[in-house]
């Protein structure tokens, strides 16, 4: 069934898109906590504080606009060059986060997942995100992935080891490798790749993002920094990508 419009009766937003356009996945790089927080002559953990504000109401809007999938960017593994007093405060987020919102979360059917090298996070992050996991595994409202401790060129690297340990094990053989087999081994196993991707704060890269599985998405960005990214600017978002025709190399 084709729904022309979406229109919120409690909301001021409305968006004009039809529902078919909605992208399924949403990959975000929530950038530009530290400017934020520097502009205003706070240190840049305030930021990453107040970016929280900002993931609860963007989480709500997608659950709203009906995404399935939203897989958002919270600590690379380049961010640990950063000087360890804010490498330790954006480590603590997950847990603090957590022990505010997964009630909410829960009451809105929030699938809780990671992606990235979750086991070298300290004890107490992992710990919070595994619980929130398990706690919302029979859930089947939108998928919520958090990007932890995630590098695309380590996923990859790491893929191949573990394709390969299974080819040495005779459990695969070299022949059958193709693309979802490879796609398989990645974290992002049994998602689909996103539709799109959103990038605030400015900068007009990747950084180590889902290298993999952006080869078809459509790329967003905007310089509003994420603490001031609102439901207003997603809206954008989508109705752009809306207007766009991907080909897939097609016609
Ligand atoms: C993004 O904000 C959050 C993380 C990388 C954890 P930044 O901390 O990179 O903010 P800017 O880019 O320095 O403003
Ligand atoms: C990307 O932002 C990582 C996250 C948002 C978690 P960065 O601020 O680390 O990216 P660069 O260093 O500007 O490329
Ligand atoms: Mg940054």
Not at 40 to 66: L, Q
Not at 136 to 164: C, H, P, S, V, W
């Amino acid at each position: 069934m084709k729904i022309p419009f979406i229109h919120h009766k409690h909301s001021e937003e409305s968006i004009h898109i039809s529902e078919d356009h909605i992208p399924e996945h949403i990959a975000i790089i929530m950038d530009g906590n530290g400017r934020w927080a520097q502009k205003r002559g706070m240190p840049r953990v305030a930021g990453h504080k107040e970016g929280m504000s900002t993931v609860v109401n963007i989480v709500k809007a997608a659950v709203k606009y009906k995404v399935k999938v939203l897989t958002l960017y919270t600590f690379s593994t380049e961010n640990w060059k950063r000087p360890k007093t804010e490498v330790d405060t954006i480590l603590k987020l997950p847990k603090q986060f957590l022990h505010i919102y997964l009630p909410d979360l829960m009451a809105n059917n929030v699938r809780i997942g990671t992606i990235g090298d979750i086991e070298h996070l300290p004890a107490h992050s992992r710990e919070a995100v595994q619980y929130a996991v398990n706690r919302t595994r029979d859930n089947n409202g939108l998928q919520l992935n958090f990007a932890l401790n995630y590098g695309g060129r380590q996923e990859i690297l790491n893929a191949m080891k573990e394709l390969f340990a299974d080819i040495n094990d005779a459990k695969l053989s070299l022949d059958d490798v193709d693309e979802q087999t490879f796609s398989g081994y990645l974290y992002t196993t049994g998602l689909p790749d996103p539709d799109l991707l959103i990038r605030t704060g400015g900068e007009k890269r990747l950084s180590n993002y889902l290298p993999w599985q952006f080869a078809y998405t459509e790329f967003w960005f905007t310089d509003v920094l994420w603490p001031d990214f609102s439901e207003k600017e997603f809206i954008q978002a989508l109705e752009e990508y809306g207007q766009r025709k991907r080909r897939f190399g097609g016609l």
